[in-house]
Every structure is written in C-alpha cells, then in structure tokens.
C-alpha cells in the first residue's frame, strides 16, 4: 500500500481533536523510525485518562479493561501502522485526557497534476481485470471482513462460502468433500476471540484432508505462525489489510500447488 500524505495542517490550535502535520524525523529524535519526512497525525481526547500501569499494555492482543471487548482494537491499529513503516506512541494522565501520536511516511510524488495530465495517468495505469476460478472458504469472525472479502472474490467469478471461526469452517469443507465439492483454497483469520483460531483448524483441516490448502490471514505480523507459516501447516500467509489483488496472487500460487 502507498505512503500517507497530507498537505497541510488539519486544525491550527490544539483545541481540535485530530490534527496532522508535516514533520521531519532525524537521528537526534527518539523515534525508531528511519530519517525522513513524516505525516504526524495527533489524536486528543479529554476523557478520564489511562492509568500509568495500562500504558505499557495498551496495545498487547487481548489486554482490556472492559467487561466486553476483544482488546484488539489498539493491538491492530500498531500493527497496520507497523507494516506501514510508521509508528505510534500514547501520552496520558488520569483525569486529563489520552493523546496519541501517529507517523507514516510522507509521499514524496508530486501531486499537482493538471486534470488533462490526470486523465491520461489514470488510463495509463488502469489494471485489467483480474478473473478466478475455484472455490473458496473464508474464514473470519469480523463480518464485515468476510463479507467484503467474498463479495470482492464473486465479482471476479470465484464460488465463495464464509465461517464464523474454526469449528463452522471445518464443517463446512468436510460438508463440501462429502457432496464431492471440494474447496481449492482456504483464507483463515489466525486469531478468533472466544473461538477456534487458523493455527488451531489448520490441524483438524489436515487431518481430515493432507491435501488441504490454505492460506493464514493476520494484522499480527509479529506472530510466530506468520513468519514460519509452513511448519504450521498453511500454504500461504497474507497480513492484514491486503489488497483483493494481493489475495489474488497468494490464491494462485496455492491453488497451481506453490506450497
């Protein structure tokens, strides 16, 4: 995915909520971030603050100080600014409001482009179409990511069926070798809250079918199932947010059997 980049300053007094600003990082600066240009991106609240003991949590998987919650939340956003070789830091004071502070790269492409110009581009750099053909079972308990993911799958001519957790998908691909219609390809969410997770059905997959395909999906890129994706039993691995075109590839590199 491409750099961030914002032009000029959202908000000019520190009474806005949310403001963002160009900014210059060097080696004197106490950021683990290359030198460069960045986009600081600065969120202000004026609740009732984080305890000092939570901050140094606030952004492990599972931590939450609710009755209900995930405690993913914030454990995804580090992620993806993560991948995005940016960085995000928390500061805070009980009974004072939370403040946190993100960095992403700035873009260094011009973007004053005449309209005729701009016209042009886009043509140039439209993608052709990209077109599928297999099965599919996504698995994924935030509904609205396996929605989008079949949605985007169907339109390029894939059959697609969707699982809550481990335990619905299981039953749905033994379903499908039971009736003789097998899934080419499994996409597995690696973490399910309160449910059976991909390095946990990834197992019961191959026990049922060694011939099983499938293919890990995560915002933690810090997992060790992530980086050693093989010796647990996928095929593939693709981090959280990707792009349906870089799905795309994954799906035909494990289903021409690239494993």
């Known amino acids: 995915m491409a750099p961030y980049f914002i032009g000029k300053q959202i908000g000019k007094q520190r009474k806005d909520k949310v403001w963002a600003e160009n900014i210059n990082v060097g080696l004197k600066d106490s950021l683990p971030l ?33 009755e209900k919650g995930s405690g993913l939340g914030l454990a995804t956003s580090y992620s993806i600014i993560k991948k995005h070789a940016g960085h995000i830091t928390v500061d805070s004071e009980t009974g004072a409001g939370t403040t946190f502070y993100i960095y992403l790269p700035a873009s260094q492409k011009d973007v004053s482009v005449e309209p005729e110009q701009r ?8 993608e052709v179409p990209l077109t599928g053909k297999g099965k599919i079972l996504v698995m994924d308990d935030e509904a609205i ?23 619905e998908a299981i039953d749905l691909y033994k379903g499908a070798m039971e009736s003789g219609e097998h899934f080419d390809a499994v ?29 890990v999906a995560s ?11 093989k010796e647990y039993g996928f095929s593939e691995v693709i981090e959280k947010p990707y792009e349906i075109s870089e799905l795309i590839e994954k799906l035909n590199r494990v289903m021409m059997g690239y494993k």
């Open 34 to 66: 290359q030198e460069g240009r960045y986009v600081k991106i600065t969120i202000k609240d004026q609740g009732t603050g984080i305890p000092q003991e939570h901050l140094r949590k606030i952004f492990d998987p599972y931590f939450t100080t609710k």
């Open 119 to 126: 016209e042009v581009r886009e043509v140039a750099t439209k």
């Open 145 to 167: 990511i396996s929605l989008a993911v079949a949605h985007n799958l169907k339109k390029l001519k894939y059959e697609v069926e969707t699982a809550r957790d481990g335990a």
């Open 187 to 215: 996409i597995m969410d690696l973490t399910i809250p309160g449910g059976m997770g991909g390095k946990e059905a990834i197992k019961k997959l191959l026990e049922i079918d060694p011939e099983a395909r499938a293919i």
């Open 219 to 229: 915002g933690y890129c810090n997992d060790p199932v992530m980086s050693d994706f």
